[in-house]
């Protein structure tokens, strides 16, 4: 019989955020907190996503839900409405993790705990293996990880899927199946699939191999790590790259430094970038150019400007404001909005709204990460950000670029940029005209 807390040691009073998806790993590490709930005094909160991409995801978010309840649970939850341009599992991945996030801080926890197992390290280890990392990244991901205030905690990395379903059975805890792990098109499905046998059939506790080379490369990690260390002092400033004094260091050192500064970012998810990002970097910054940037995933920027070179992510630089409007604002960038009686321009710097169909007031503020506007004779939507991008928009001036919304939120329009399906044609019916001058 499996016992979590012979793998973790809890302190009494302990409060812990538990990701339960309702499949057969997370269902599993809830039943053992369960047995020792009580003998730890555990405040357990069990957090739900759904992913919204299957029927059957409202019916586990119900099951939950009632299941929590019969065993006096508490039970947060959340959909994910609508999904951007991004590969699907690294955004649903950022949303989950976000909201884990807020939880954790709303409820003062302890920790954040995930069922992880074996199985997953050893497809981690491979996927990343074949998509390039340092020895860090290729140890996969830990099983206790220091966050701003707590720790995420995964307890059952040296079990496999096989025992955890065995220990379902055996404890009749009830599960479901997430019909698109079965999917082809997801690359850690491929390795699930095709190559996770293989080694099996190799070794039947390949698992317990691979962490313990996991552990291997996490121990010759933390030796460069003090090395690199001594060169960070000399490199950085305010944490930004002297990118003279960088250029005289070891390559195999300037790459340590770049994989530390882009830890802060994607902390143990690193698949997330790969040895092609960290020689784009490199070449950016060796570049003759003074000034130039990259995006890389999640909305970090590669920044070079002139002797420094730094890691941001693009919400950091947004000046934020936020304007009721009336009939006239007056904007940070020095243009201004108005209302106006009547025009025969189309262009992009008109926008005319029917208030039936908007809530009033509208709202002109500065961008926020995340947004999004269904543009006019688009059928979906569009992130402001890739807007920004398309127009060629300095990021200077993305900071301060006004974004029209009304009181639910919606995007109505990015003034000089694009309008919204909300916009309306001359000919249409419509009782307001703003002009971006």
């Known amino acids: 019989m499996i016992k979590i807390d012979d793998k973790f040691k809890f302190n009494v009073g302990d409060k812990i955020v538990v990701g339960c998806s309702t499949g057969p790993d997370s269902m599993a590490l809830v039943d053992m907190l369960l047995k020792v709930r009580d003998k730890y005094d555990l405040f357990l909160i069990i957090a739900h996503v759904n992913h919204n991409v299957r029927e059957e995801s409202y019916e586990e978010a119900e099951f939950l839900k009632n299941y929590c309840l019969e065993n006096r649970l508490i039970f947060e939850s959340m959909i994910i409405e609508e999904y951007g341009d991004d590969n699907f599992h690294n955004e649903a991945r950022n949303i989950r993790y976000n909201f884990f996030e807020n939880l954790v801080h709303r409820y003062d926890a302890d920790y954040l705990m995930t069922a992880h197992h074996g199985d997953d390290l050893v497809e981690t280890v491979m996927m990343r293996i074949v998509r390039g990392s340092n020895l860090g990244g290729y140890a996969g991901f830990k099983s206790i990880i220091d966050m701003d205030g707590y720790k995420i905690i995964r307890p059952l990395i040296s079990y496999t899927k096989k025992e955890l379903e065995e220990y379902d059975r055996e404890n009749e805890v009830k599960y479901y199946i ?117 995006n890389l995933p999640n909305d970090v920027i590669a920044r070079k400007d002139y002797n420094y070179f730094e890691l941001i ?12 409007f009336d009939n006239y604002v007056l904007l940070p960038n020095n243009h201004f909005i108005e209302k106006i009686e009547d ?89 307001i005209i703003l002009k971006y001058n």
């Open 178 to 294: 997430d019909s698109s792990n079965d999917k082809d098109k997801y690359t850690r499905n491929r390795y699930r699939k095709n190559v996770l046998p293989f080694l099996k059939e190799e070794e039947k506790d390949v698992h317990l191999k691979f962490l313990k080379f996991c552990n291997s490369l996490n121990e010759a990690a933390k030796f460069i790590d003090k090395v690199r260390d001594k060169v960070l002092n000399s490199v950085l400033k305010d944490n930004k790259i002297v990118i003279d004094k960088f250029l005289e260091e070891d390559e195999f050192i300037q790459k340590e430094i770049l994989y530390y500064l882009l830890s802060d970012f994607y902390q143990d998810d690193l698949i997330l970038v790969s040895d092609k990002h960290i020689e784009i970097i490199l070449n950016l910054i060796t570049s003759k150019r003074a000034n130039a940037f990259i």
């Open 313 to 324: 992510r693009e919400t950091e630089v947004i000046s934020s404001y936020e304007i009721e």
């Open 343 to 431: 025009t025969s321009d189309n262009s992009n710097n008109i926008c005319r709204l029917d208030s039936s169909e908007v809530m009033l007031p509208l709202i002109v503020r500065s961008r926020r990460f995340g947004d999004k506007i269904k543009v006019k004779g688009l059928n979906g939507s569009k992130k402001v950000k890739d807007i920004f991008i398309d127009k060629k928009v300095s990021l200077s001036n993305r900071d301060i670029w006004p974004i029209v919304l009304d009181s639910k939120g919606n995007v109505v329009w990015i003034p000089g940029l694009k309008k919204s399906k909300f916009d309306k044609k001359k000919s249409d019916n419509y009782d």
